[in-house]
């Protein structure tokens, strides 16, 4: 480690921020423009949302909706994804805004809708974005240790073990890179057993997936337990945020055993 310390600073918060922004935007403007293509040439059968989400009021469709729209429905909305100019997407919102209290809250339904704006089956690629990002960071990290976005705010990721080297062993990136989201594994693991044990959220959701109003008095085990994992998700998130803001090495570089250096 005496070697990593004497190669430089480490890189603070906005330096790590912006270079993410950039290598963000280095995948999703080509995917967004394959798939500007890919919505055209199918007729809305693949679908992305886009970086700009319009919505407009339209009047309730008469024809049947499968699944069918929350009960009471008293509003239909169409939002179209668009990328300068070009869709991505297109959507059907039908629901039922309501007043709880003082709250005003909504419960709806989407549907994928083709070029014409009829409903169609859709499959949505958004998912495809976030893999082909997280490909790209562990495939530059492992080969030179500057993605684009680093080289442009002048960073590198480096090894511990050798650190006068370009980039770092492979299986160090992956940890790195899926090391980040240590916080989210509490919240999925609960999520998964309650699948698995057949529950349905009701001690979280209303009918519509609307969240229920819950006092410490009303609370059950289900949502206490909830309750811990949110905050062990914050508090991964926090100390991270923390260490990388001094400028000293987060977490998840530790568990990976690398560091991010400036020049």
Same mark, same amino acid.
């Given at each position: 480690?005496?070697?990593?310390?004497?190669?430089?600073?480490?890189?603070?918060?906005?330096?790590?921020?912006?270079?993410?922004?950039?290598?963000?935007?280095?995948?999703?403007?080509?995917?967004?423009?394959?798939?500007?293509?890919?919505?055209?040439?199918?007729?809305?059968?693949?679908?992305?949302?886009?970086?700009?989400?319009?919505?407009?009021?339209?009047?309730?469709?008469?024809?049947?909706?499968?699944?069918?729209?929350?009960?009471?429905?008293?509003?239909?909305?169409? #939002?179209?994804?668009?990328?300068?100019?070009?869709?991505?997407?297109?959507?059907?919102?039908?629901?039922?805004?309501?007043?709880?209290?003082?709250?005003?809250?909504?419960?709806?339904?989407?549907?994928?809708?083709?070029?014409?704006?009829?409903?169609?089956?859709?499959?949505?690629?958004?998912?495809?974005?976030?893999?082909?990002?997280?490909?790209?960071?562990?495939?530059?990290?492992?080969?030179?240790?500057?993605?684009?976005?680093?080289?442009?705010?002048?960073?590198?990721?480096?090894?511990?073990?050798?650190?006068?080297?370009?980039?770092?062993?492979?299986?160090?990136?992956?940890?790195?890179?899926?090391?980040?989201?240590?916080?989210?594994?509490?919240?999925?693991?609960?999520?998964?057993?309650?699948?698995?044990?057949?529950?349905?959220?009701?001690?979280?959701?209303?009918?519509?997936?609307?969240?229920?109003?819950?006092?410490?008095?009303?609370?059950?085990?289900?949502?206490?337990?909830?309750?811990? #994992?949110?905050?062990? #998700?914050?508090?991964?998130?926090?100390?991270?945020?923390?260490?990388?803001?001094?400028?000293?090495?987060?977490?998840?570089?530790?568990?990976?055993?690398?560091?991010?250096?400036?020049?």
């Amino acid at each position: 480690m005496a070697d990593v310390f004497s190669l430089g600073f480490r890189a603070g918060f906005w330096r790590r921020a912006f270079s993410l922004i950039v290598d963000a935007l280095v995948i999703g403007i080509p995917f967004q423009i394959l798939v500007v293509w890919l919505y055209a040439a199918t007729d809305g059968a693949v679908q992305v949302t886009g970086m700009y989400v319009g919505c407009h009021i339209v009047d309730q469709p008469k024809y049947a909706l499968d699944p069918p729209p929350p009960k009471q429905s008293n509003f239909a909305k169409e #939002c179209r994804s668009s990328v300068i100019g070009l869709e991505t997407s297109r959507t059907l919102v039908v629901g039922r805004a309501f007043r709880e209290g003082s709250v005003t809250k909504t419960v709806s339904q989407n549907y994928s809708l083709d070029s014409d704006g009829q409903p169609r089956n859709a499959l949505h690629l958004d998912w495809l974005e976030q893999l082909a990002l997280l490909a790209y960071l562990i495939t530059m990290e492992h080969r030179t240790g500057v993605t684009l976005g680093n080289y442009v705010f002048r960073i590198e990721v480096v090894s511990w073990k050798s650190p006068g080297s370009p980039g770092i062993p492979l299986l160090n990136s992956i940890i790195r890179q899926l090391s980040q989201w240590l916080g989210l594994v509490p919240i999925v693991a609960f999520g998964v057993y309650e699948f698995i044990a057949g529950g349905e959220f009701s001690f979280v959701f209303n009918e519509g997936w609307t969240i229920k109003s819950i006092t410490l008095k009303s609370a059950t085990n289900e949502v206490r337990v909830l309750l811990i #994992c949110l905050g062990l #998700c914050v508090l991964w998130s926090l100390c991270n945020l923390i260490l990388i803001v001094a400028k000293r090495d987060p977490l998840f570089d530790r568990l990976a055993r690398v560091t991010v250096l400036r020049d």
